[in-house]
């Protein structure tokens, strides 16, 4: 079965700091893979996809993503992180053919520290 | 991308009543519209997968009676929570997917619902 992991809760950086965020995922065909941010109160903003292609993705607010089918993983990186970048960031797989479903992982919660 | 909006944003409500959220595809038509509700500091749970003209398609252990869905455009979804309890307030958030054969999904900025 499909499934998304996220292995950090939480992750606290300093700003101007680097930021790599997590996520592995399980899947039997090449997947379709997303990051989402999500503020406070707020629905998630997509970050960057990755369906095919270039294995490094560029997305909004400075953010890219490596696919790495060798590691199953699809990690989210940021050279130089902004106070407000602190936020819940989720990483999904779209989970099959035609279902156009998601799978979440849990989250990671990032804190920016000043 | 996509612009949803919902409405409410945010609803107060006694324990026994009906509660509806609109789900609204802004820029353009969606056949295909998701409901999740997300738990205070949990992730995404999808509850349903709204097709526009058909009934919906419900997630294993979603009552399907408790949580209504009507798709009845290509810009509109309803989600009612019938008799609402206090434990079924929670943050509701829809998305619709980006036209035909397209993945990605676009989220809305949720609606936030108290049970009293």
């Known amino acids: 079965a499909q499934s998304v992991t996220q292995p950090d809760i939480h992750i606290t950086v300093s700003e101007g700091a680097s930021l790599e965020l997590r996520c592995n995922y399980s899947?039997?065909?090449?997947?379709?893979l997303f990051w989402y941010v999500q503020s406070p109160g707020q629905g998630l903003q997509l970050l960057l996809k990755y369906f095919s292609g270039d294995t490094l993705v560029q997305g909004i607010k400075g953010f890219e993503a490596e696919f790495k089918r060798s590691q199953s993983s699809f990690n989210l990186r940021k050279p130089s992180v902004h106070w407000s970048d602190a936020a819940e960031y989720f990483c999904?797989?779209?989970?099959?053919?035609?279902?156009?479903?998601?799978?979440f992982g849990t989250g990671t919660r990032l804190k920016v520290l000043a | 991308g996509a612009v949803v909006s919902q409405h409410p944003s945010w609803v107060i409500c006694k324990s026994g009543t009906s509660v509806k959220i609109e789900c609204r595809s802004l820029d353009f038509q969606a056949t295909t519209m998701f409901w999740y509700r997300q738990f205070p500091k949990q992730s995404l749970m999808l509850m349903a997968t709204s097709n526009e003209g058909s009934k919906a398609t419900y997630e294993q252990g979603v009552e399907k009676d408790k949580f209504l869905i009507n798709h009845a455009s290509l810009t509109l979804s309803t989600l009612t929570v019938t008799s609402a309890h206090p434990e079924d307030s929670s943050f509701y958030i829809c998305?619709?997917?980006?036209?035909?054969?397209?993945?990605?999904?676009?989220f809305g900025p949720g609606t936030r619902l108290l049970v009293l």
């Open positions: 999904a797989v779209g989970a099959g053919i035609r279902t156009y479903k998601y799978i």
């Open positions: 998305s619709v997917r980006a036209g035909t054969g397209q993945e990605t999904q676009y």
């Open positions: 899947y039997g065909a090449t997947p379709y």
